[in-house]
């Protein structure tokens, strides 16, 4: 979605609200807008713009015409590494396989939580690389991953492992070299409403609705040294249309598919 971004504070802004308004400015070349108790919705209005809030200690974006912000929380990975801690089936890493030490491309981040659960089975001498191709989304999930305060482990360090890398999955795809990262990873999140919480509404709002095409799976083939992973509804056509196999899974909204190389 993107568009035009002011950065603004919350209500009572305090020192550190000011500095992370100045920083979010740099970062997304953005004008700083003084609050001066205007609602968020006047502010879209006034500027035509989207509205990045610094707040006490986190950013909440606003796209135009969205209720409700955006903001980073891992707390879904988190959950899911306390599954995998005793010992209970993670559905994204059985379809991926991940070993130690292997490298894992995620062309559609979000809000982070594959990318987390994935940085947890590749280890420190893996590597996880996100792709956001909306550059708000990408600078608040990229800043949330090196600054949330947790100390949950092993939480904290997957965080702060992956490199998070505001472009469209396609131009980064055709850089790369063949068979450049074990793992290549497709999630066209919008395609079907498969979350339900506030936060992913917020997500799905923002972020950009890139369709998955033939010659972005073409491009994730050549990348990938053992396989490719797409997360899709469980309606989707997408797993037989472009050559991957299924594994169904009868009470959820959505399977993976994979293609190996």
Not at 106 to 122: K, R, Y
Not at 139 to 151: C, E, L, R, S
Request: net charge negative; aromatic share 10%.
């Amino acid at each position: 979605m993107c568009g035009v971004t002011i950065v603004t504070t919350a209500g009572r802004p305090d020192e550190l609200s000011l500095q992370l308004v100045h920083a979010a400015s740099e970062a997304l070349n953005a004008k700083v807008v003084p609050r001066k108790k205007r609602s968020v919705a006047k502010l879209m209005n006034e500027y035509a713009a989207n509205v990045m809030i610094a707040g006490k200690n986190r950013y909440e974006y606003y796209a135009q015409g969205a209720d409700s912000p955006f903001f980073f929380h891992p707390n879904s990975a988190a959950f899911r590494l306390k599954r995998v801690a005793r010992g209970e089936e993670e559905p994204l890493l059985k379809a991926c396989q991940l070993q130690s030490g292997d490298s894992f491309l995620d062309c559609t981040l979000g809000i982070g939580s594959d990318s987390m659960v994935a940085a947890f089975a590749v280890g420190a001498e893996g590597r996880v690389t996100g792709l956001e191709a909306d550059r708000n989304i990408a600078f608040i999930v990229q800043n949330g991953m090196k600054t949330y305060d947790t100390t949950e482990l092993p939480l904290t360090a997957c965080m702060r492992q992956i490199e998070v890398v505001h472009t469209k999955a396609m131009d980064f795809l055709q850089q790369q070299l063949d068979n450049s990262f074990d793992v290549v990873y497709l999630d066209p999140m919008f395609e079907e409403v498969i979350e339900e919480s506030t936060n992913f509404e917020a997500l799905r709002h923002a972020g950009s609705h890139i369709a998955l095409d033939a010659q972005w799976v073409r491009e994730a083939k050549r990348v990938a040294r053992k396989s490719v992973v797409l997360k899709a509804h469980y309606k989707s056509t997408f797993f037989e249309q472009y050559d991957f196999e299924r594994d169904v899974r009868l009470t959820a909204k959505f399977h993976y598919g994979v293609w190996e190389k």
